[in-house]
């Protein structure tokens, strides 16, 4: 898995569970998903990601988008 890939199933997954906890819990896991949507969009402006940095030293392939 190239880390373009992880980092995109990590904020798909980090979406999926702010609805998730909104559903069961409080509307304030909202801001989860408002932060992981602000820092999708910081990435794609300045393509510095913390995530892709972590999945990188994890060992995933150099992808396309961070290098």
């Known amino acids: 898995m190239s880390t373009d890939r992880a980092v995109m199933l990590f904020a798909g997954a980090m ?22 949507g602000l820092n999708m969009m910081q990435a794609s402006i300045t393509g510095f990601c913390p995530a892709a940095m972590i999945f990188k030293a994890l060992g995933t392939k150099t992808g396309v988008a961070f290098q």
């Open 15 to 36: 979406t999926l569970l702010s609805a998730i906890l909104v559903w069961l819990f409080s509307p304030w896991w909202l801001l989860l998903t408002a932060f992981v």
